[in-house]
């Protein structure tokens, strides 16, 4: 069944075009991977995909579950099970990562209408990701972000991810800034998460990540439109022949 | 074509005033004007002794040749003190028990939350026997409606009484201390003040006592164009402790009101004074209109050694604010606090801070300040730091924050440090922060909305002072500031 489906997205960014008609379709159990130059518009459509405001649909249509979110606020398409994580994460000093995460899965319990989870409960979840991820459990006490290293931040999205367990998670660049070793922890963590039941879509440029979680498509953006899609293989001859092959054809 | 609107952070904090509405009942009200006469009438209405009409009289006379102070970083249109009342209570005489208070006036504090009857605790905390009671002095307008467990507290000897009875029943501890912390001529409101002070409240702590329970005194103006002009006086003799709070509110009216209030402290040696303040005076509409000046004068003196005074004040409301609690550390190894949440939105102008002068050998201060401000708010934090010559080895830590929430408000900070001694340590720490839309995308991809989001990031953003309030006053701060940051999504 198509968990996510893209189709003809336009979208503009302060009047500027940016996404010319992306079509996409991904299905429970997938992974999939997009690739492309800088600036060819891959966070742009991550962002259009969790509703981020300033990013105008101008014309297509997004679909979860099959049902249209195109209109729905950021919020709405989390609770139906939209994850984005970021390439750039903001701090929030203050904001203590328990407080946050406790704060989002209640909301996510809310909008499914079941009661708050006890504290005992989920400071046991919690702890037991966090040694997953290997990460120091005094991160939990820290403000969200707050002078994490470029590294503990992204290892923090896909805690933020196991957290929250979506059907679709955006994983936009989670790869970029990790040291060799942060990347197969981060690289375990989403394959730990991988499951016929949730879809996955790697944005990325590197082909160091695919080799630990293999994906089922790849896909090309250039300038905004999705060129070529095609399997595994595809990302092995961009990482031999970069892309200018692509734009030639 | 669709475009999302997901709300800014601007957007987020339109403010929405629960305590706005007006109680209808009939009132006695001195006509508008001041004069020597109209200070000689309120003293006469309360049958007040000659020392105390004569030290109004003298208050009013010295007002007469004082301006007001225009250093505050705020701007408003002159005010005419001869259109404003100067007294006004409910008819009839003061009812001797809750049974002969006004209906209308006891479900005014019903609709506030403020419990009258003794039993209760303050609203929007759960009935839990843990919570030790809290023991209230209801001022509506010029005067003190009830207070309550005054036999409890009576039991371990501790006076809690509206001011006016204070005046009748300990006329020899009010004539020593009243003005003795804030002279008459201190400044052009305080002078106001003691010229026209209407009621409010008397707290005497004896010595070596812990108040059994907390005190507060609420404070409602009802009535149009009428000022409030409550005068506090708290006295902890050697050894004691009191935790002592003030709520205020006032209906939603489009005319501006005047608040001028005198709060004088006398810590002993070896006493605490914890005074904590939520304030949530109407701020005036989203154009500014109406809301209340709250100009007011808090001081404490730590008159003996290690006495100790903290002030905690959370400001939500009013459309000025001008206050600086202070304190005066005049004995050896005495102690001074400041912990402050002050938030202004729309129109709103803060101009908030502390002064603490240190006269004694090894005293300490600590200044906590946090100010947000949203909409087109201005909040100015203005703290002075004084070292005396003979205050020797002493020490002061400052830290002041601020947080931003959207591009069109500003916040300031005026900091300033007078130093006599080479051996004081003197420490100063400011930041300020801006709420990003980025971090409320951030909240709301991860299913959280942007109006919890926000009051999570001001929740967070204020925990140090949060935390030096009493539990009650801290679940209600922490709704105020929800319920002021709440708003038009969309
Ligand atoms: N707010 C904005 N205003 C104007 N142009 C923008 C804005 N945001 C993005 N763009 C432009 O949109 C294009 C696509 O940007 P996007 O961030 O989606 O690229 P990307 O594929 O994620 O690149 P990278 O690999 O560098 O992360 C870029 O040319 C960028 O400059
Ligand atoms: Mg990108």
Redesign the interface.
């Known amino acids: 069944m198509s968990l996510l489906e893209v189709s003809n997205l336009f979208v503009s960014v302060d009047n500027r075009d940016i996404l010319k008609g992306v079509d996409l379709e991904v299905n429970a159990g997938e992974v999939h991977a997009i690739m492309g130059p800088n600036g060819s518009g891959k966070s742009t459509l991550a962002n259009a995909l969790?509703?981020?405001?300033?990013?105008?649909?101008?014309?297509g249509c997004i679909r979860l579950d099959s049902v249209d979110v195109?209109?729905l606020?950021?919020?709405e398409r989390?609770?139906r099970g939209l994850?984005?994580a970021?390439q750039y994460?903001?701090?929030?000093?203050?904001?203590?990562n328990i407080?946050?995460l406790k704060?989002?899965v209640e909301?996510?319990r809310a909008?499914h209408g079941c009661n708050e989870i006890s504290a005992v409960e989920f400071m046991r979840n919690l702890r037991s990701l966090t040694a997953r991820l290997e990460l120091n459990p005094d991160f939990l006490k820290r403000?969200?972000n707050e002078s994490f290293s470029g590294g503990e931040k992204k290892r923090n999205e896909i805690l933020?991810m196991l957290c929250?367990h979506p059907r679709i998670a955006l994983l936009d660049e989670t790869d970029s800034g990790l040291d060799i070793d942060a990347l197969q922890v981060v690289a375990r963590g989403i394959n730990e998460f991988r499951s016929p039941a949730n879809a996955i879509v790697l944005v990325t440029h590197y082909q160091r990540l695919l080799n630990y979680i293999a994906p089922d498509y790849v896909h090309v953006m250039m300038d905004g439109r999705v060129i070529k899609s095609g399997d595994a293989s595809l990302a092995l001859a961009l990482e031999e022949r970069g892309y200018g092959w692509l734009e030639e054809s | 074509m669709s475009s999302k609107s997901n709300p800014t952070a601007q957007e987020l904090v339109q403010n929405e005033y629960r305590a706005g509405f007006v109680t209808d009942i009939e009132s006695d009200t001195i006509p508008p004007g001041l004069s020597e006469s109209v200070v000689r009438q309120i003293s006469n209405i309360k049958a007040e002794p000659e020392w105390l009409t004569e030290w109004r009289v003298d208050a009013y006379n010295r007002w007469c040749s004082m301006h007001e102070p225009r250093w505050a970083h705020v701007k408003f249109p002159p005010i005419d003190y001869q259109a404003i009342s100067y007294f006004s209570a409910p008819k009839g005489d003061k009812p001797k028990s809750l049974d002969e208070v006004d209906p209308e006036l006891l479900r005014t504090y019903e609709k506030l939350g403020i419990p009258l009857h003794e039993q209760k605790v303050l609203a929007g905390v759960e009935e839990d026997p843990s919570i030790a009671p809290v023991a209230v002095d209801a001022v509506f307008d010029s005067v003190s409606i009830t207070t309550t467990f005054r036999e409890t507290l009576k039991e371990h000897g501790v006076v809690f009484c509206s001011f006016s009875e204070a005046v009748q029943s300990h006329p020899d501890l009010v004539r020593k201390y009243l003005g003795s912390v804030v002279p008459k001529s201190d400044n052009f409101y305080a002078a106001l003040n003691s010229a026209v002070f209407s009621d409010g409240t008397f707290v005497y702590v004896p010595e070596g006592v812990r108040c059994p329970m907390e005190l507060l005194t609420y404070f409602r103006i009802n009535a149009q164009n009428t000022g409030q002009f409550e005068r506090t006086l708290i006295i902890a003799d050697k050894g004691s402790y009191v935790s002592y709070l003030e709520g205020c509110t006032a209906p939603m009216r489009d005319e501006n009101q005047l608040h001028a209030a005198v709060v004088e402290l006398v810590a002993l040696d070896d006493a605490h004074i914890k005074y904590s303040t939520v304030q949530n005076w109407y701020p005036g509409d989203e154009n500014g209109a109406g809301g209340i000046y709250n100009f007011v004068t808090k001081r404490g003196t730590c008159r003996g050694r290690r006495s100790h005074i903290s002030w905690t004040q959370v400001e939500t409301g009013s459309a000025i604010t001008w206050k600086y609690p202070s304190v005066i550390l005049r004995g050896d190894e005495s102690k001074g606090e400041f912990y402050s949440v002050a938030l202004t939105n729309n129109r709103q102008q803060a101009d908030t801070g502390t002064k603490m002068t240190h006269i004694g050998k090894n005293t300490t201060s600590t200044i906590v300040s946090k100010g947000i401000s949203a909409g087109q708010s201005s909040n100015a934090y203005r703290g002075l730091v004084r070292m005396n010559p003979g205050a020797r080895e002493s020490r002061n830590h400052t830290q002041c924050d601020s947080l931003l929430i959207g591009s069109k408000c500003a916040a300031h900070t005026f900091p300033y440090i007078e130093s006599r001694r080479k051996d004081a340590i003197v420490e100063h720490e400011a930041t300020t922060t801006k709420v990003s839309d980025d971090q409320l995308f951030l909240c709301q991809q991860r299913g959280i909305s942007p109006e919890k989001a926000v009051s999570m990031i001001v929740n967070g953003f204020c925990r140090e002072v949060f935390r030096e309030l009493p539990m009650e006053f801290a679940v209600e701060a922490s709704k105020l500031l929800e319920v002021s940051l709440e708003g038009a999504v969309g």
């Not at chain 1, 994460?89 to 203050?94: A, N, R």
């Open positions: 969790a509703g981020r405001q300033g990013y105008s649909i101008e014309s195109t209109s606020e950021p919020e989390s609770h994850f984005m970021f994460p903001v701090e929030i000093p203050g904001v203590t407080e946050f704060t989002a909301s996510h909008a403000g969200v933020q929250l």
